[in-house]
């Protein structure tokens, strides 16, 4: 019998221990099913969880937030409760923080020990003799370092509730500590890797092993009740902050360890979900990207002159009244003295009057005469293309027959449409292809043009805003990226697109095209003038 009682005792006992046995370790896998968390909210599994170990919700103070996405959930987050050793995180911020200002070393003794092995010994063992030295450090009283700690927790010292002074904290004190230390671990060096070796086989990671865990636990005894924390940061996917705090919990263990790999799964199954809808809505905005033109088009519009009424020329009558004055005199005599010599001077005076009437109509009639062109029609090639890329646009002008403008000279009020506007014109660049031929009043010149391709250009900026819009999504918090119906916000696509416009332009130069061009010149003027067909103008940007 007395076997009997002391078998039965020990079985009764081992029954205690059951939630803590390697069936709570699991095989490193999923405990949960994709479907659970599909059909439940934070809220729900939290209930459920309550349920599980008989927790009474008005014992536990609860936190999550998932610092890449910024969802956060509470179960009485502004309830005051015992920390216990909790405290030494902003502590050990605060003395990291002045590390990394330069106004304090790993090896300055507070006072007996360099502050190296005083923060390991705090965050890892929890030591609470050297804790309370550094509070004393820090703040010279316990109600300076509370002060000093406040800003970590986002408390404001002239408001906080009167429990904060004397050992009490908040759910939603410490997620907003921990959430600041999680993203921006450079302002508290070496906090979170320290961190990271307390307890590596309890609390939150007494069953969670799948993950690295950065987190401070704390307990304490008070008129008989246990008052179990654990506060930390799982890196998950999505780095998340978890914050449990119990008063009275029987299974409290059991509870936040179990809370921990229920968020953890939580966390994963959301941030799988969340990628795939953001990768679904970042491939839209790149084919949107893909297709929207991101440079305007250039049209530059050339200016024609107007045609010149043709002018009478100004006929001098002088060789006319000689020459019939010489003829009808000739005639005169003929009929008057009627002699067969006289005859013979009338038709030399008849002679010299059709003479004299073809000379009036040669020396008054432009363009009868020949003419014989001067200068060299190729240093009019040349003079034009100089001009046109050293933006002396009158001065090219000069040296085009029938346009006043080339339309190059208007500035746009578009800053993007300017940028390429100037691009274009400082690319211009030609080589003369052998030498100039002219016939008569007639020249042509080959020569090779090149400049920048708006359209490899366009291209490229194309290319690159998808790229520099994947590298924003990559680079900032995904409510900077994407709005609330889950598609990128305008303002991104914006900037995307701003930045790879830039990127383009400065690598203008590798979008250049070239062209063989014949130029048509004409005498004209005393000059040599291009004639501007259709090609030269649009080699120069005409759309």
């Not at 009997?4 to 803590?20: A, Q």
């Not at 404001?156 to 009167?162: A, G, P, Y």
Request: proline share 6%; charged share 25%.
């Amino acid at each position: 019998m007395k076997l009997f009682k002391t078998t039965l005792c020990l079985l009764l006992s081992l029954t205690l221990f059951l939630p803590l046995l390697p069936e709570a370790q699991g095989d490193g896998g999923n405990r949960y099913e994709d479907t659970y968390f599909a059909e439940n909210d934070w809220e729900s599994l939290l209930e459920e969880l309550f349920l599980r170990y008989e927790v009474d919700p008005s014992r536990v103070a609860v936190g999550y937030c998932n610092t890449v996405t910024g969802e956060e959930h509470f179960h009485q987050p502004d309830k005051y409760m015992i920390g216990a050793s909790i405290y030494k995180v902003p502590l050990n911020m605060a003395f990291a923080e002045k590390v990394a200002q330069g106004e304090l070393s790993w090896e300055t003794p507070l006072p007996d020990y360099p502050y190296e092995y005083m923060m390991e010994e705090s965050l890892i063992y929890s030591n609470n003799a050297l804790s309370g030295t550094l509070m004393i450090q820090l703040g010279g009283s316990y109600r300076g370092f509370l002060n000093a700690i406040a800003p970590y927790l986002g408390v404001d010292v002239e408001t906080v509730d009167l429990q904060y002074y004397n050992e009490r904290y908040t759910a939603r004190q410490y997620v907003t500590c921990l959430k600041t230390l999680c993203t921006e671990p450079e302002r508290f060096p070496r906090i979170i890797e320290t961190m990271q070796q307390a307890e590596p086989n309890n609390y939150f990671k007494y069953r969670e092993q799948r993950f690295d865990i950065a987190h401070k636990y704390g307990y304490w005894i008070e008129n008989g009740i246990l008052n179990l924390n654990d506060v930390g940061i799982a890196y998950t996917d999505d780095p998340i902050v978890l914050v449990v705090l119990t008063s009275g919990v029987p299974y409290a263990l059991d509870f936040m360890t179990e809370y921990c790999t229920l968020m953890c799964e939580y966390t994963q199954y959301h941030t799988a979900q969340r990628k795939a809808a953001d990768a679904a809505a970042l491939a839209e905005a790149k084919t949107l990207l893909e297709n929207t033109p991101i440079f305007p088009a250039l049209r530059f519009q050339p200016v024609a002159e107007a045609p010149a009424e043709p002018e009478e020329p100004s006929r001098s009558p002088l060789p006319l009244l000689l020459t019939g004055g010489l003829g009808v005199l000739s005639l005169a005599l003929v009929f008057l003295l009627r002699r067969r010599r006289f005859l013979v001077w009338g038709c030399a005076g008849l002679l010299l009057v059709s003479l004299g009437c073809s000379l009036w109509l040669l020396l008054t009639t432009p363009g009868i005469l020949p003419v014989r062109p001067e200068g060299d029609p190729q240093e009019s090639v040349r003079r034009f293309f100089a001009a046109t890329i050293d933006a002396d646009y009158a001065g090219a002008c000069s040296l085009l027959a029938g346009y006043s403008s080339l339309g190059l000279e208007e500035e746009s009020a578009d800053p993007r449409e300017e940028a390429l506007r100037q691009a274009m014109l400082t690319s211009y660049d030609y080589r003369l292809i052998g030498p100039c031929t002219a016939e008569k009043l007639r020249a042509r010149q080959t020569l090779e043009f090149s400049r920048l391709d708006p359209a490899s250009l366009e291209q490229e900026a194309r290319r690159l805003a998808g790229e520099e819009l994947e590298k924003l999504a990559q680079s900032r918090p995904r409510n900077e990226i994407y709005g609330e119906d889950g598609k990128v916000l305008p303002a991104v696509l914006a900037e995307a697109t701003d930045l790879a416009a830039n990127l383009a332009l400065k690598n203008a130069d590798t979008h250049r095209s070239s062209l063989d061009l014949e130029v048509q010149l004409e005498y004209r003027e005393d000059r040599w003038l291009l004639l501007p067909d259709e090609a030269l103008l649009r080699a120069l940007g005409k759309e």
